[in-house]
Protein backbone atom coordinates (compact mmCIF):
# COMPACT_ATOMS: atom_id res chain seq x y z
CA UNK A 1 0.00 0.00 0.00
CA UNK A 2 0.95 3.41 -0.89
CA UNK A 3 1.11 6.67 1.02
CA UNK A 4 2.99 9.68 1.54
CA UNK A 5 4.30 11.07 4.84
CA UNK A 6 2.50 13.27 6.31
CA UNK A 7 2.68 15.52 9.84
CA UNK A 8 -0.24 16.30 12.13
CA UNK A 9 0.09 19.95 14.44
CA UNK A 10 -1.40 20.23 17.70
CA UNK A 11 -1.57 23.86 18.52
CA UNK A 12 -1.50 24.95 22.49
CA UNK A 13 -4.15 26.97 23.64
CA UNK A 14 -2.13 29.73 24.33
CA UNK A 15 -0.44 28.90 21.28
CA UNK A 16 3.21 29.52 22.07
CA UNK A 17 3.81 25.57 21.74
CA UNK A 18 3.16 23.66 18.70
CA UNK A 19 3.94 20.01 19.12
CA UNK A 20 4.05 17.65 15.84
CA UNK A 21 3.22 14.08 14.96
CA UNK A 22 6.46 12.97 11.62
CA UNK A 23 4.90 9.82 9.79
CA UNK A 24 7.26 8.37 7.53
CA UNK A 25 5.98 7.85 3.60
CA UNK A 26 4.62 3.70 2.60
CA UNK A 27 5.46 2.08 0.13
CA UNK A 28 5.88 4.61 -3.07
CA UNK A 29 5.03 7.45 -1.44
CA UNK A 30 6.02 11.24 -1.08
CA UNK A 31 8.32 11.47 1.81
CA UNK A 32 8.51 14.68 3.80
CA UNK A 33 10.32 17.90 2.83
CA UNK A 34 10.79 21.19 3.62
CA UNK A 35 7.97 22.39 1.05
CA UNK A 36 5.82 20.42 2.40
CA UNK A 37 6.30 21.38 5.03
CA UNK A 38 6.01 25.04 5.29
CA UNK A 39 2.61 24.32 3.82
CA UNK A 40 1.30 22.48 6.57
CA UNK A 41 2.44 25.13 9.05
CA UNK A 42 0.76 28.03 6.66
CA UNK A 43 -2.20 26.01 6.81
CA UNK A 44 -2.09 26.52 10.17
CA UNK A 45 -1.03 30.06 10.52
CA UNK A 46 2.29 28.95 12.19
CA UNK A 47 4.79 31.81 11.62
CA UNK A 48 6.85 32.51 14.66
CA UNK A 49 9.34 30.46 16.33
CA UNK A 50 9.62 27.58 13.80
CA UNK A 51 12.64 25.11 14.71
CA UNK A 52 13.35 24.78 11.16
CA UNK A 53 16.93 23.40 11.19
CA UNK A 54 15.96 21.05 13.82
CA UNK A 55 12.71 20.08 11.71
CA UNK A 56 14.51 19.11 8.74
CA UNK A 57 17.19 16.60 10.70
CA UNK A 58 13.95 15.00 12.27
CA UNK A 59 12.06 14.57 8.64
CA UNK A 60 15.46 13.06 7.20
CA UNK A 61 15.61 10.91 10.33
CA UNK A 62 11.85 9.53 9.99
CA UNK A 63 12.53 9.52 6.11
CA UNK A 64 15.64 7.07 6.20
CA UNK A 65 14.38 4.89 9.19
CA UNK A 66 10.55 4.94 7.90
CA UNK A 67 9.71 5.27 11.82
CA UNK A 68 7.33 8.06 13.04
CA UNK A 69 8.31 10.95 15.35
CA UNK A 70 5.42 12.09 17.75
CA UNK A 71 5.33 15.14 19.94
CA UNK A 72 8.41 16.62 18.12
CA UNK A 73 8.37 20.95 19.25
CA UNK A 74 7.61 22.61 16.45
CA UNK A 75 7.68 26.00 17.21
CA UNK A 76 7.37 27.62 20.32
CA UNK A 77 6.18 31.39 20.97
CA UNK A 78 8.42 34.11 22.64
CA UNK A 79 7.65 34.46 26.37
CA UNK A 80 6.98 38.15 27.45
CA UNK A 81 9.04 39.76 30.00
CA UNK A 82 6.99 40.71 33.49
CA UNK A 83 7.44 44.40 34.45
CA UNK A 84 8.97 44.59 38.35
CA UNK A 85 8.28 47.81 40.03
CA UNK A 86 11.58 48.85 41.83
CA UNK A 87 11.63 47.75 45.44
CA UNK A 88 13.65 47.69 48.64
CA UNK A 89 15.34 44.12 49.15
CA UNK A 90 15.43 44.37 52.93
CA UNK A 91 18.88 41.58 54.21
CA UNK A 92 16.72 39.88 56.86
CA UNK A 93 19.95 37.25 58.10
CA UNK A 94 20.23 35.81 61.08
CA UNK A 95 23.31 37.83 62.81
CA UNK A 96 25.22 35.25 64.58
CA UNK A 97 27.89 36.34 66.69
CA UNK A 98 31.73 36.46 64.97
CA UNK A 99 34.52 34.47 66.40
CA UNK A 100 35.50 30.96 67.22
CA UNK A 101 32.68 29.48 69.43
CA UNK A 102 34.14 25.84 68.60
CA UNK A 103 34.40 22.78 70.74
CA UNK A 104 37.89 20.89 70.81
CA UNK A 105 36.00 18.30 68.40
CA UNK A 106 34.81 20.77 65.86
CA UNK A 107 31.68 21.20 66.70
CA UNK A 108 29.77 24.58 67.09
CA UNK A 109 28.38 25.67 70.90
CA UNK A 110 25.09 27.53 69.56
CA UNK A 111 24.71 28.58 73.24
CA UNK A 112 27.83 30.97 72.46
CA UNK A 113 25.62 32.08 69.11
CA UNK A 114 22.99 34.91 68.62
CA UNK A 115 20.68 33.67 65.84
CA UNK A 116 18.30 36.82 66.06
CA UNK A 117 18.04 39.50 63.11
CA UNK A 118 20.44 42.20 65.62
CA UNK A 119 22.69 44.73 63.05
CA UNK A 120 25.40 47.22 63.78
CA UNK A 121 24.89 50.19 63.44
CA UNK A 122 26.29 51.22 59.89
CA UNK A 123 25.74 47.44 58.81
CA UNK A 124 23.90 47.44 55.23
CA UNK A 125 20.27 46.29 55.96
CA UNK A 126 18.66 46.41 52.42
CA UNK A 127 19.15 47.45 48.60
CA UNK A 128 17.50 48.93 45.78
CA UNK A 129 16.42 46.34 43.25
CA UNK A 130 15.72 48.74 39.96
CA UNK A 131 13.07 48.58 38.12
CA UNK A 132 12.75 45.57 35.27
CA UNK A 133 11.02 46.90 32.17
CA UNK A 134 7.84 44.35 30.25
CA UNK A 135 8.66 43.47 27.34
CA UNK A 136 5.93 41.97 25.17
CA UNK A 137 6.07 37.86 23.54
CA UNK A 138 4.83 36.97 20.48
CA UNK A 139 3.15 33.48 20.16
CA UNK A 140 3.23 31.52 17.01
CA UNK A 141 0.56 32.92 15.18
CA UNK A 142 3.19 36.27 15.34
CA UNK A 143 0.33 38.02 17.96
CA UNK A 144 2.09 40.16 20.53
CA UNK A 145 0.91 39.15 23.88
CA UNK A 146 1.24 41.03 26.70
CA UNK A 147 3.42 40.94 29.45
CA UNK A 148 2.50 41.34 33.21
CA UNK A 149 3.22 42.83 36.30
CA UNK A 150 5.49 41.29 39.12
CA UNK A 151 4.02 41.69 42.40
CA UNK A 152 6.59 42.98 44.80
CA UNK A 153 6.69 44.09 48.91
CA UNK A 154 6.27 47.65 48.82
CA UNK A 155 8.36 48.47 51.97
CA UNK A 156 10.13 51.64 52.60
CA UNK A 157 13.10 52.29 55.07
CA UNK A 158 11.77 53.51 58.51
CA UNK A 159 13.02 54.91 61.29
CA UNK A 160 16.92 54.53 62.19
CA UNK A 161 18.10 53.93 58.75
CA UNK A 162 19.98 56.14 56.63
CA UNK A 163 19.31 55.58 52.71
CA UNK A 164 23.18 56.44 50.71
CA UNK A 165 22.40 55.67 47.16
CA UNK A 166 21.07 52.22 45.92
CA UNK A 167 21.73 50.89 49.56
CA UNK A 168 20.14 51.63 53.18
CA UNK A 169 22.19 51.20 56.44
CA UNK A 170 21.31 51.11 60.37
CA UNK A 171 21.38 54.07 61.52
CA UNK A 172 22.05 52.81 65.00
CA UNK A 173 22.56 49.30 66.39
CA UNK A 174 19.49 47.00 67.18
CA UNK A 175 16.73 44.64 65.83
CA UNK A 176 15.83 44.80 62.02
CA UNK A 177 12.15 44.55 61.57
CA UNK A 178 9.51 44.88 59.12
CA UNK A 179 6.30 46.02 59.97
CA UNK A 180 3.07 48.23 58.43
CA UNK A 181 5.05 48.57 55.60
CA UNK A 182 8.16 49.72 56.53
CA UNK A 183 11.53 47.79 57.55
CA UNK A 184 13.40 49.83 60.58
CA UNK A 185 16.24 49.05 63.18
CA UNK A 186 14.19 48.93 66.73
CA UNK A 187 16.66 50.05 69.95
CA UNK A 188 14.52 47.61 71.95
CA UNK A 189 14.73 43.60 71.91
CA UNK A 190 12.10 42.15 73.32
CA UNK A 191 12.07 38.22 73.74
CA UNK A 192 9.07 36.61 74.61
CA UNK A 193 10.42 33.41 75.59
CA UNK A 194 13.20 32.18 77.21
CA UNK A 195 16.30 32.68 76.45
CA UNK A 196 17.73 28.99 74.99
CA UNK A 197 18.95 27.37 71.95
CA UNK A 198 15.68 28.51 69.84
CA UNK A 199 17.16 32.24 70.72
CA UNK A 200 21.13 31.62 71.16
CA UNK A 201 22.59 34.29 73.36
CA UNK A 202 21.74 37.70 73.27
CA UNK A 203 23.98 40.33 72.34
CA UNK A 204 22.10 43.75 71.72
CA UNK A 205 23.29 47.02 71.60
CA UNK A 206 20.08 48.38 73.47
CA UNK A 207 17.74 47.73 76.12
CA UNK A 208 16.65 44.21 76.54
CA UNK A 209 13.16 43.21 77.61
CA UNK A 210 12.87 39.49 79.02
CA UNK A 211 9.36 37.62 79.36
CA UNK A 212 11.41 34.23 80.02
CA UNK A 213 14.03 32.55 81.86
CA UNK A 214 17.70 32.65 80.86
CA UNK A 215 18.59 28.62 80.49
CA UNK A 216 21.81 27.71 81.93
CA UNK A 217 24.56 28.59 79.92
CA UNK A 218 23.26 31.19 77.36
CA UNK A 219 24.14 34.94 78.22
CA UNK A 220 22.99 38.50 77.70
CA UNK A 221 24.84 41.60 76.77
CA UNK A 222 22.91 44.37 76.57
CA UNK A 223 24.22 48.10 75.44
CA UNK A 224 21.13 49.45 77.31
CA UNK A 225 19.17 48.61 79.82
CA UNK A 226 17.45 45.09 80.71
CA UNK A 227 13.97 44.35 82.18
CA UNK A 228 12.84 41.09 83.11
CA UNK A 229 9.51 40.05 83.99
CA UNK A 230 9.71 37.70 86.42
CA UNK A 231 12.30 35.72 87.87
CA UNK A 232 16.16 35.32 86.36
CA UNK A 233 18.43 32.68 86.47
CA UNK A 234 21.04 34.02 86.13
CA UNK A 235 24.09 32.26 83.94
CA UNK A 236 25.79 35.21 82.34
CA UNK A 237 24.42 38.53 81.92
CA UNK A 238 25.73 42.23 81.10
CA UNK A 239 24.28 45.60 80.79
CA UNK A 240 26.04 48.54 80.18
CA UNK A 241 22.38 51.04 81.59
CA UNK A 242 19.98 49.69 84.39
CA UNK A 243 18.68 45.87 85.48
CA UNK A 244 15.60 45.72 86.99
CA UNK A 245 13.60 42.04 87.66
CA UNK A 246 9.66 41.93 89.14
CA UNK A 247 11.29 38.67 90.49
CA UNK A 248 14.33 37.78 91.84
CA UNK A 249 18.05 36.77 90.66
CA UNK A 250 19.21 32.97 91.34
CA UNK A 251 22.14 31.41 90.07
CA UNK A 252 24.51 28.63 90.54
CA UNK A 253 27.30 30.23 92.87
CA UNK A 254 29.42 31.08 89.84
CA UNK A 255 26.60 33.04 87.98
CA UNK A 256 27.24 36.78 87.03
CA UNK A 257 25.63 39.91 86.25
CA UNK A 258 27.19 42.84 85.93
CA UNK A 259 25.89 46.06 85.47
CA UNK A 260 27.06 49.68 84.37
CA UNK A 261 23.60 51.28 86.42
CA UNK A 262 21.15 50.69 88.98
CA UNK A 263 20.25 47.11 89.89
CA UNK A 264 16.49 46.17 91.21
CA UNK A 265 15.29 43.09 92.00
CA UNK A 266 12.94 41.62 94.64
CA UNK A 267 15.29 38.80 95.88
CA UNK A 268 19.01 37.76 95.12
CA UNK A 269 20.25 34.21 95.80
CA UNK A 270 23.09 32.02 94.94
CA UNK A 271 25.11 34.19 92.18
CA UNK A 272 27.70 37.39 92.24
CA UNK A 273 26.01 40.76 91.13
CA UNK A 274 27.89 43.84 90.45
CA UNK A 275 26.60 47.83 89.64
CA UNK A 276 28.57 50.54 89.27
CA UNK A 277 25.85 52.15 91.00
CA UNK A 278 23.26 51.32 93.84
CA UNK A 279 21.65 47.97 94.39
CA UNK A 280 18.00 47.96 95.81
CA UNK A 281 16.87 44.28 96.56
CA UNK A 282 13.13 44.41 97.95
CA UNK A 283 13.33 41.05 100.82
CA UNK A 284 16.30 38.94 100.96
CA UNK A 285 20.04 38.39 99.81
CA UNK A 286 20.95 35.15 100.30
CA UNK A 287 24.36 33.42 99.96
CA UNK A 288 25.38 35.85 97.32
CA UNK A 289 28.19 38.06 96.77
CA UNK A 290 27.11 41.59 96.15
CA UNK A 291 29.11 44.47 94.81
CA UNK A 292 28.24 48.12 94.51
CA UNK A 293 30.04 51.81 93.99
CA UNK A 294 26.83 53.15 95.90
CA UNK A 295 24.76 51.69 98.36
CA UNK A 296 22.84 48.28 98.78
CA UNK A 297 19.13 48.99 100.53
CA UNK A 298 16.58 46.46 101.42
CA UNK A 299 13.04 46.55 101.56
CA UNK A 300 11.76 47.58 105.27
CA UNK A 301 12.06 43.73 106.14
CA UNK A 302 14.70 42.86 103.96
CA UNK A 303 17.69 40.01 104.98
CA UNK A 304 20.77 39.94 104.54
CA UNK A 305 22.34 35.92 105.27
CA UNK A 306 25.47 34.60 104.16
CA UNK A 307 27.78 35.59 101.28
CA UNK A 308 29.96 38.98 100.75
CA UNK A 309 28.43 42.34 100.34
CA UNK A 310 30.80 45.16 99.31
CA UNK A 311 29.14 48.42 99.01
CA UNK A 312 31.17 51.63 98.92
CA UNK A 313 28.74 54.02 100.27
CA UNK A 314 27.07 52.15 102.75
CA UNK A 315 24.09 49.57 103.14
CA UNK A 316 20.84 49.22 104.89
CA UNK A 317 18.85 46.47 106.11
CA UNK A 318 16.52 45.13 108.48
CA UNK A 319 18.13 42.09 109.74
CA UNK A 320 21.56 41.10 109.11
CA UNK A 321 22.88 37.37 109.50
CA UNK A 322 20.34 34.83 111.50
CA UNK A 323 20.30 32.57 113.95
CA UNK A 324 22.35 29.95 112.48
CA UNK A 325 24.90 32.19 112.70
CA UNK A 326 25.74 31.80 108.82
CA UNK A 327 28.96 33.52 108.15
CA UNK A 328 28.24 37.36 107.02
CA UNK A 329 30.57 39.74 105.86
CA UNK A 330 29.55 43.12 104.73
CA UNK A 331 31.93 45.68 104.05
CA UNK A 332 31.56 49.54 103.39
CA UNK A 333 33.79 52.20 102.00
CA UNK A 334 35.47 50.13 99.96
CA UNK A 335 35.83 50.21 95.63
CA UNK A 336 35.41 46.72 94.48
CA UNK A 337 36.42 47.34 90.94
CA UNK A 338 39.48 49.12 92.28
CA UNK A 339 39.94 45.89 95.05
CA UNK A 340 39.64 43.52 91.58
CA UNK A 341 42.08 45.53 89.81
CA UNK A 342 44.71 45.87 92.45
CA UNK A 343 44.26 42.19 92.90
CA UNK A 344 45.18 41.56 89.50
CA UNK A 345 48.07 43.84 89.56
CA UNK A 346 49.46 42.78 92.90
CA UNK A 347 49.81 39.45 91.26
CA UNK A 348 50.92 40.09 87.94
CA UNK A 349 53.73 42.63 90.41
CA UNK A 350 55.04 39.21 91.69
CA UNK A 351 55.25 37.34 88.75
CA UNK A 352 57.24 39.93 87.23
CA UNK A 353 59.30 40.26 90.31
CA UNK A 354 60.15 36.67 91.02
CA UNK A 355 61.00 36.27 87.20
CA UNK A 356 63.07 39.23 87.16
CA UNK A 357 64.95 38.01 90.35
CA UNK A 358 65.51 34.81 88.62
CA UNK A 359 67.42 36.34 85.53
CA UNK A 360 69.19 38.18 87.89
CA UNK A 361 70.56 35.19 89.39
CA UNK A 362 71.71 33.88 86.14
CA UNK A 363 72.79 36.84 84.11
CA UNK A 364 76.54 36.71 83.51
CA UNK A 365 78.64 39.64 84.55
CA UNK A 366 78.80 40.84 80.78
CA UNK A 367 75.44 39.99 79.69
CA UNK A 368 74.96 40.45 76.03
CA UNK A 369 72.30 43.43 74.54
CA UNK A 370 69.22 41.25 74.31
CA UNK A 371 69.84 40.23 77.83
CA UNK A 372 70.01 43.53 78.96
CA UNK A 373 67.04 43.97 76.88
CA UNK A 374 64.91 41.66 78.63
CA UNK A 375 66.04 43.01 82.23
CA UNK A 376 65.41 46.27 81.24
CA UNK A 377 61.50 45.47 80.16
CA UNK A 378 60.62 43.61 83.36
CA UNK A 379 62.09 46.47 85.45
CA UNK A 380 59.66 49.23 83.78
CA UNK A 381 56.88 46.48 83.81
CA UNK A 382 57.74 46.13 87.44
CA UNK A 383 57.98 49.88 88.19
CA UNK A 384 54.67 50.67 86.07
CA UNK A 385 52.76 47.78 87.99
CA UNK A 386 54.02 49.41 91.54
CA UNK A 387 52.37 52.89 90.59
CA UNK A 388 49.23 51.27 89.34
CA UNK A 389 49.18 49.64 92.76
CA UNK A 390 49.49 52.78 94.52
CA UNK A 391 46.84 54.63 92.49
CA UNK A 392 44.30 51.85 93.00
CA UNK A 393 45.23 51.90 96.45
CA UNK A 394 44.12 55.85 97.17
CA UNK A 395 40.65 54.50 95.63
CA UNK A 396 40.44 51.78 97.47
CA UNK A 397 38.86 52.70 100.70
CA UNK A 398 38.70 56.47 100.50
CA UNK A 399 34.69 56.19 101.66
CA UNK A 400 35.25 57.21 105.28
CA UNK A 401 31.72 58.04 105.65
CA UNK A 402 30.43 54.71 104.59
CA UNK A 403 27.75 53.15 107.05
CA UNK A 404 26.09 50.03 107.83
CA UNK A 405 22.73 50.67 109.45
CA UNK A 406 20.52 47.84 110.89
CA UNK A 407 16.74 48.19 111.54
CA UNK A 408 16.16 45.04 113.00
CA UNK A 409 18.54 42.58 114.35
CA UNK A 410 22.46 41.73 113.80
CA UNK A 411 23.30 38.32 114.91
CA UNK A 412 26.39 37.31 116.38
CA UNK A 413 29.30 36.19 113.61
CA UNK A 414 28.60 38.43 111.48
CA UNK A 415 31.65 40.56 109.98
CA UNK A 416 31.79 44.11 109.40
CA UNK A 417 34.42 45.87 107.59
CA UNK A 418 34.64 49.76 107.26
CA UNK A 419 37.69 50.55 105.47
CA UNK A 420 40.56 48.82 106.38
CA UNK A 421 38.90 48.62 109.83
CA UNK A 422 37.43 45.28 110.96
CA UNK A 423 34.48 44.15 113.64
CA UNK A 424 33.47 40.53 114.46
CA UNK A 425 29.45 40.92 116.32
CA UNK A 426 29.75 38.93 119.27
CA UNK A 427 26.45 39.46 120.76
CA UNK A 428 23.12 40.25 119.12
CA UNK A 429 22.22 43.50 118.72
CA UNK A 430 19.09 45.29 117.53
CA UNK A 431 18.68 48.63 115.86
CA UNK A 432 22.22 49.75 115.74
CA UNK A 433 24.73 52.03 113.03
CA UNK A 434 27.92 50.60 112.16
CA UNK A 435 30.73 53.64 111.07
CA UNK A 436 33.88 53.83 111.17
CA UNK A 437 36.10 56.17 113.94
CA UNK A 438 38.75 57.97 111.85
CA UNK A 439 40.71 58.85 115.12
CA UNK A 440 41.25 55.38 116.10
CA UNK A 441 40.37 53.37 113.10
CA UNK A 442 37.99 51.27 114.30
CA UNK A 443 34.79 49.86 113.63
CA UNK A 444 32.12 51.66 116.41
CA UNK A 445 28.51 51.09 117.03
CA UNK A 446 25.65 53.45 117.89
CA UNK A 447 21.88 53.16 118.54
CA UNK A 448 19.27 54.23 116.09
CA UNK A 449 17.20 54.85 118.95
CA UNK A 450 17.84 58.35 120.28
CA UNK A 451 19.78 58.31 123.76
CA UNK A 452 19.57 54.37 123.62
CA UNK A 453 22.98 52.65 123.80
CA UNK A 454 23.53 49.88 121.12
CA UNK A 455 20.96 46.67 122.25
Known sequence: MDRDGYIELTIAEDAMLVLGDFFPALGGGRMLSPDYLATVLESQNVVHGVRSGELEEIMLEVNTSRHARRGVPVARGTEPVSM???????????????????HDAGQI??????????????QVIARRVPLQEGVPGTNVHGEEVPFGTIPVDTVVPGKNTLQRDDVVVAGIGGQLQTRDGQFFVEDRLEIGGNVDYQTGSIEFPGDVILKGEVKDGFHVWAGGAIIAAGTVD?????????FSARGGLVGRGRALLRCGGRVQARFVGNCHVESKSSVFVKQYVYQAHIGSLDRLALGPRGRIIGGVTTAAQGVRCYTLGNSAHVPTLVRVGLNFIAERKLDISSRRHQIVTLRLQKLLERTPENPTDRQLNVLHQLEEERQKLSAQMGDLAGELD???????????????GVQIQICRAVMVVEEELKKVRFSLDKVVGRVVVSSLTAGAPPS
Open 84 to 102: RPPFFRVLQKTAEVAGDFT
Open 109 to 122: DYKQVTRLPVVRRG
Open 234 to 242: VSEIYCRKD
Open 398 to 412: RYEDADVVVDGVVYP
